[in-house]
């Protein structure tokens, strides 16, 4: 019931940036700290209750009510973000089946559906774009394809076909993309795509913009066909590529109207291509975007010239290469540049190449050195850095680098000024990193260092429960004291924020935590060093106790009375008193372990320091004795003892000042369910007048909390009964009516709680 309550070392209101520093960071902060449309909320509780709001077919699929129509916008979006949140089957796709829906825009990326359920639930909708990147290899490309083309009307007019990292079966070939005559953009990265292939989309009649990019293309001759229409080429990686560079730039000195070139490539590749493009004089007169990240002997000269003699760029991609430096490169006005030199340049590499593991990692790994001594908060940066780590899970450079990042992104002053849903956002994802790579130490140990700010631990939604097993077993590990007194601190604090069923499915962490600190406890207590790791280990152990039986069984089993003592009588300081006393309260309220402590050492220094000048450690005392004493029944033989217990108990409590004093720590409870037998025990009035007390003292302090707790956990009757029952003590009435009479003012003040 008792523990100690970590107060808060960061603001909880937000805090923009200075927009003339970082306007897109401002703008950040802005979309982060605006609530989530109507729209998308209404749309994922639909998803969530998709099971029960919808009928079931003889097949098993699902259907939606017959009333039920979704215009095509609201179609669009609620596909999306079912394919985003893992919830489109072939047992929810079939929702899409007849008109009820009507779709535009079909994007099931990642996907696991059949040929069938594709065909049948979204190959008659009249489709303008399709996303499949990545689907599940239970539905291939050709299958994809001759599903689209089964559509007359698909045909014709579908504008925009992604098949970025689709499955195509050995010896397959593409045939049914040519058939696709209104494609204007199409997207084959990475996967099995042959010559063959190309040379039958090059024939597409209004093809503007392809993606070819880590393809088993070995010749782009086939691109001629389509030079006068071609926009936009991209062929990131081609690794397989036979032809020569001059071949190949004669290719694309017949692109004439090329807008867009991305030639970027691996760093391990060693390409000069690109070096060899920059010498051209008569390639690309009017291109606007140039991609040459990863190449070979790129110069800042060479970059120069060849923009200077297009004056219409826009962009140019500079990563992982020796050019990006210049000042005309760094102040060109309307120039773009990814690289790797400064802020800038990396922010946009992060941007462009967030779908790029390669190039992701090169940017994260530049993000990190500049990062190293920042002072000022970035959130746009970190609203990147999270992109990165969401879109590569299962690549561990981009993940380890990144957990880097943000430990420099988000160092305590810097915390402060994000929003509280990016760094929640950030937080799920290094947890997710680490259940990626359980194994890999250093990204674990960037983990923890995360849960260090206290503006993250305390302010910010993460999943609690695995953050705190994650955290005991970092502590019993042994690693170095520094790493040790983080894991110990972040557990004293962890502990707190779980609600009572979800500490009880801990039992087994419990057991290794609660062995753990009372070996560190025991340790620094025969060395006679009361430092900051023995402090929060302290903390820990009453925090870890409160209201957790099982906890405090462990405590009892593994010596902890013994050790408590020894460390009382070795160090007198009331800060440590109050820590070892908080805990023997949260014992002393369960019922099958009190009578552990009615041993005469235990109550011989309880009853001591119940008379401490420390209001906090006589207040803790008062409580343990109030619970003892409660129960007649324990102290068999022990009668008298327990009545001078009660006497000194009342005598205590009529010296202590008015129940709104301050305390040197903040005392707080969950519930005041072990108040209970206390308040209804009308033949212990001492008893009663501790638990009173009590609750007077912490609903002076925190009135909004408590008084609702009040009234969730019924106590308004108890205090009503205590007030008239008839053999009552008059201070206890008394007692009864102020709080009683507290309660009803600040019920007015808040207007929040219901009588």
Known sequence: MVFFLHAAQAPRSLALPDAQDDALGARVVQEEASPYSLVHICLDVLIANLERLCFERPDGTLCLPENWIFPREISDQ??????????????????????????????????????????????????????????????????ILNALCSNRWIQQNLRCLLLDSTTV???????????????????????????EDLVNISQLPVLQYLDISNTLITNISALITCKDRLKSLTMHNMKCLTMTKLQILEVIR??????????????????????????????????????????????????????????????????????????????????????????????????????????????????????????????????????????HPLDLPVQFTASACVLNLTRQ????????????????????AIKNFPFYHQLQKNCLLSLTNSRILVDV??????????????????????????????????????????????????????????????????????????????????????????????????QGLEIFIQVLETFPESTIQSKILGLLNNIAEVRELSPTLITDCVLKHISSLLHSKDI?????????LAHLTCDRKKWLFHDLQRNALLQDLHATIQNWPSSSCKMSALVTYRSFR?????????????VQLWA????YHVCSKNPSKYCKMIVEEEVLKLLYDTQEHSQVNPQVQQLAASILEDFRMHFMNYQRLPL
């Not at 010896?171 to 010559?195: A, D, E």
């Not at 072990?674 to 001492?686: H, V």
């Not at 009173?692 to 609750?695: F, G, K, R, S, V």
């Open 692 to 695: 009173l007390w009590a609750m």
């Open 616 to 624: 906090e450690v006589s207040y803790l005392a008062a409580g343990i």
């Open 254 to 391: 017949e692109l004439k109207c090329l807008l867009h070139l991305d030639i970027s490539n691996h760093r391990q590749l060693k390409s000069d291509l690109a070096f060899h493009l920059l010498q051209q004089k008569d390639v690309l007169p009017d291109v606007v975007s140039l991609d040459i990240s990863g190449g070979q002997y790129i110069t800042d000269g060479a970059v120069e010239l060849f923009i200077r003699q297009r004056p219409s760029m826009k962009f140019v991609g500079l990563l992982a290469t020796d050019a990006g430096y210049s000042d005309f490169l760094n102040g060109k006005q309307g120039l773009r540049v990814a690289g790797g030199v400064s802020i800038n340049q990396i922010t946009e590499a992060l941007n462009q190449y967030r779908n790029r593991s390669c190039f992701m990692k090169e940017a994260l790994c530049r993000l990190f050195t500049e990062t190293f001594s920042m002072n000022v908060s970035m959130p746009a940066l970190l609203k990147l850095v999270a992109v990165g780590m969401k879109n």
């Open 461 to 558: 939604p993460f999943d609690r429960f695995e953050a705190t097993k994650f955290v005991i077993k970092w502590l019993c590990r042994h690693e170095n004291p520094k790493m040790q007194t983080m894991a110990v601190s972040i557990t004293s604090i962890l502990v707190l924020q779980l609600l009572p069923g979800q500490t009880s499915q801990l039992q087994e962490e419990l057991l290794m935590a609660v062995k753990e600190l009372l070996a560190i406890v025991k340790q620094k207590t025969t060395e006679n060093l009361h430092d900051v790791t023995f402090l929060f280990s302290m903390k820990a152990l009453w925090n870890l106790t409160d209201e957790s039986p099982a906890a405090c069984k462990y405590f009892i089993e593994n």
């Open 169 to 195: 079966p050995q010896n397959s070939r593409l045939l049914f993309v040519g058939q696709l005559t209104g494609l204007r953009i199409l997207s084959v990265s990475n996967i099995s795509f042959y010559n």
């Open 674 to 686: 072990a108040f209970f037998p206390l308040l209804g025990n009308f033949s212990q009035p001492e």
């Open 413 to 432: 002053g810097l915390a402060c000024r994000m929003p509280v849903r990016l760094l929640s956002e950030v937080t799920c994802l290094l947890f997710k």
């Open 78 to 143: 609620f596909l999306r973000r079912m394919a985003s949140q893992g919830k489109l089957t072939d047992r929810t796709a079939s929702i899409f089946q007849g008109n009820q829906m009507n779709l535009k825009v079909l994007s099931i990326q990642k996907a696991k559906i059949s040929p069938a359920t594709f065909t049948g639930a979204f190959c008659h909708h009249k489709l303008i774009e399709v996303d499949a990147t990545a689907v599940h290899s239970d539905l291939p490309v050709p299958d």
